[in-house]
Nanobody, 112 residues
Framework: QVQLVESGGGLVQAGESLRLSCAASGVIFSIATMGWYRQAPGKQRELVATITRGGNTNYAEFVKGRFTISRVNAKATVYLQMNSLKPEDTAVYYC??????WGQGTQVTVSA
């Protein structure tokens, strides 16, 4: 059974940074594409970024230049470095695996 456990969310002010982590188990992490999605209140879940097993990345336009996704296969962990945070980045952030698994989500709140 695949398990994804996120950590690193919290409350920050606009312009500050946070780093989210997602630890995976029960999946051959090194061959899985991993990603981050987010869901704000009253809105649909949306893609933030993905990273393939080879390290190729894809970002939503609204985070390009501010967020960086990375992975350490030896630790079965994927990260999301979020810089220059804006109030509109406030959402629950979910880790995702191409093994069709989701984490439980971690809240990110950015105050103006």
């Amino acid at each position: 059974q695949v398990q994804l456990v996120e950590s690193g969310g919290g409350l920050v002010q606009a312009g500050e940074s946070l780093r989210l982590s997602c630890a995976a188990s029960g999946v051959i992490f090194s061959i899985a594409t991993m990603g981050w999605y987010r869901q704000a209140p009253g809105k649909q879940r949306e893609l933030v970024a993905t990273i393939t097993r080879g390290g190729n990345t894809n970002y939503a336009e609204f985070v390009k230049g501010r967020f960086t996704i990375s992975r350490v296969n030896a630790k079965a962990t994927v990260y999301l470095q979020m810089n220059s945070l804006k109030p509109e980045d406030t959402a629950v952030y979910y880790c995702w695996s191409s093994a069709n698994a989701w984490g439980q989500g971690t809240q990110v709140t950015v105050s103006a």
